[in-house]
């Protein structure tokens, strides 16, 4: 069975002094997640850090083992152990082999992969390190780690994954992940469309023979980046692309290495043994249109595709995102080395509450249809209007069933994805955190988060409330739509990453950045927006508005109006160092008319006011800032306060 989900990732790192990683805890941090993959693959990677020259390769041979081991002492490889598992007519074959020359091995594995994968897909060498066991197939994780005995094993870092299958077959373990390279092993969730390019960089410096998926090709590119001699973050700063808008490379590398930068939607965890280190990478696109989670607690650092995978392990870790466009890195001996986003604003992610003496259903044990099956039991046997439920562990669809019946629920924990989705007029309050894709296309209601939400909250949001006392994640209020006097209102505490109100077309969205040090949104806010309002509490850089041209655009563009007498030379010296948002504001006739039809044409570009509320705007706004603090317990004197102070207020340009 595939499940539309996509797949799910774990990564876990101990300290330097932590417990060795028991393979029965990474088990059951994928196996939570099983619903993002399906039957058609899930794999495990262990690193032990260790010394000498001994070095593992594993490999999958359709056929008699001793076959694959006579080619590959052929090739000249000293084999000093060997085992063999079958799995029907599938050899699972481990040899231990005496390292001479790296280089030389490197060579040898690609000839032999090359000769098997030409031979019909006859086998392949599907492991390769000194630290590294990989163990995979086709199953749901479960049914991996008992195929290979996975929770008796200990290690240093693992990573694990669950797998939906989109760019090839699921029928053998081949394209199961992880995939390996030479001390190298990543999971990966999402397609990456920059395949094409990354591949043509890989063959360039003499690889070839892939099984044909983007997920093999990424750990391949992260070992030859690291064979040329660069560093572990120099990389990852690579292969993450960051925006060129906001670019992190030099102009020479940005060039030098352009077709090993990975596009499209993905996360990836990628675990590399150094020789004397091991580091676990966790890395996005920069639009961050896949789920990618952080945690570290006294012992571990961790990377996950959901919250629970982290709290079932470790439920007072700290957590939070990956920032758009960021990295996050950590070693074995050198401990935290990038989190991912500024250190200054971790601590302002929340941790959930997952119990309350008065309850009543306990979600332990249940799973996500059970759990709105157990609730609408309770509300007809009982008669009662209000449930309380706790121990929630990334429960999904909560309420999303739920007639039109005034009901409130006081839910405790971690819920998962897409909870009260098409609400319309019960009331949801979270003592917790929220999972990606919550209140999409809600029409009436409210939803109070006493935590955190994470990506994609409110899209198509068309009717009610929604209050979040913490931080939103990536995508926050899309599409947001209003019709007549049906207005919704979306009110943040804390702080929202990039993409805030895109393509949004009615409603308000606030964000109060309370308790955050420094700007409390990301980038491209209101991109396309054609109606609705943004209000943000202090100023807000206007480079991070709109999906604007690059400083080297606008300076070519400016140029050009230079060179046909459109505007002065005193005036181009003066709009060169301005974002396009200030620069458009500046120019007028025809100068006007050509940046709008360049820049603005697609995706339009919203405008903005840096100023205090008007006394409407008050009168409007008063109401829902005072029914806010209420419901999210806060003093509704000091939010209400804040209404007089300035903020960033961001509409669409076709209001203008």
Not at 128 to 137: D, F, H, M, R, W
Not at 306 to 314: A, D, F, P, V, Y
């Amino acid at each position: 069975m595939i499940s539309p989900s996509g797949c799910g990732v774990f990564g876990i790192l101990r300290k330097r002094n932590a417990p060795k990683i028991k393979g029965k805890d990474v088990v059951n941090a994928i196996d939570i997640v099983r619903y993002r993959g399906s039957d058609k693959g899930a794999g495990f990677a262990v690193f032990n850090l260790k010394e000498g020259n001994s070095y593992y390769i594993k490999a999958f041979y359709f056929g008699d083992g001793e076959e694959i081991k006579r080619e590959i002492e052929d090739q000249g490889i000293r084999i000093n152990g060997f085992n063999e598992k079958y799995m029907g007519e599938l050899c699972d074959c481990d040899f231990e082999i005496s390292l001479g020359s790296i280089a030389s091995l490197k060579k040898i594995v690609r000839n032999i992969n090359e000769i098997l994968w030409n031979n019909g897909k006859k086998g392949r060498i599907y492991s390769a390190g000194k630290s590294l066991q990989v163990y995979k197939g086709v199953g749901y994780p479960a049914d991996i780690a008992r195929q290979y005995d996975i929770y008796e094993v200990e290690g240093d870092m693992w990573i694990a994954h669950t797998r939906q299958p989109t760019n090839s077959p699921g029928s053998y373990p081949y394209w199961s992940h992880p995939f390996s390279a030479f001390d190298v092993a990543i999971v990966h969730n999402g397609d990456v469309s920059s395949f094409g390019a990354n591949v043509e960089f890989l063959q360039s410096r003499g690889w070839g023979g892939f099984v044909g998926t983007d997920s093999e090709v990424m750990a391949f590119l992260f070992e030859e980046l690291i064979s040329e001699g660069l560093s572990v973050e120099e990389v990852t700063r690579i292969m993450s692309n960051p925006s060129r808008r906001f670019s992190k490379l030099n102009v020479e590398e940005d060039y030098i290495y352009r077709n090993a930068r990975l596009d499209g939607p993905f996360t990836a965890i990628i675990g590399y043994d150094s020789g004397n280190d091991l580091f676990m990478i966790g890395i996005a696109d920069r639009a961050k249109f896949r789920p990618v989670i952080i945690g570290e607690d006294e012992n571990y650092y961790y990377i996950a595709s959901e919250e629970n995978q982290i709290r079932m392990l470790s439920p007072s870790a700290k957590v939070w995102t990956l920032e758009p466009g960021n990295y996050f890195i950590a070693s074995l001996l050198k401990g935290l080395i990038n989190p991912g986003r500024d250190v200054s604003k971790i601590s302002s992610f929340s941790k959930p509450v997952f119990y309350t003496e008065k309850f009543d259903i306990d979600a332990r044990g249940l799973g996500y249809k059970d759990v709105n099956k157990a609730i609408m039991e309770f509300v007809n046997k009982s008669g009662k209007k209000e449930v309380t439920v706790v121990n929630l562990l990334g429960h999904r669809y909560i309420g999303i069933s739920f007639p039109k019946a005034g009901l409130r629920l006081n839910l405790y924990g971690v819920v998962g994805n897409a909870m009260a989705n098409l609400n319309e007029n019960n009331v949801f309050h979270v003592y917790g955190n929220v999972a990606d894709d919550c209140c999409d296309t809600m029409q009436g209601g409210k939803v109070v988060i006493h935590g955190d939400a994470r990506d994609v909250l409110a899209q198509t949001f068309q009717g009610g409330y929604i209050y979040v006392k913490g931080n939103a994640g990536n995508r926050v209020g899309i599409q947001m739509r209003e019709y007549m006097n049906k207005r919704p209102y979306l009110v943040i505490g804390g702080m929202v990453d990039d993409y805030l109100g895109e393509y949004m077309a009615g409603g308000v969205i606030m964000v109060l950045g309370l308790g955050i040090k420094g700007e409390p949104v990301g980038n491209y806010i209101g991109s396309g927006m054609v109606g609705g309002r943004i209000y943000i509490r202090g100023k807000v850089n206007p480079e991070k508005i709109g999906l604007q041209p690059s400083k080297q655009e606008m300076v070519r563009f400016l140029k050009a109006l230079l060179l046909d007498s459109m505007i002065s030379e005193e005036k181009y010296n003066k709009l060169k160092e301005m974002p396009y948002i200030e620069v458009v504001k500046e120019l007028d006739g025809e100068a006007k008319k050509y940046a709008q039809k360049l820049f603005e044409e697609k995706v339009g570009i919203p405008t903005y006011e840096y100023r205090e509320l008007t006394e409407d705007e008050i009168k409007e706004l008063e109401p829902i800032a005072r029914d806010y603090a209420i419901e999210t317990n806060q003093n509704k004197d000091t939010i209400v306060e804040m209404l007089k102070e300035k903020y960033t207020v961001i509409t669409s340009s076709l209001r203008k």
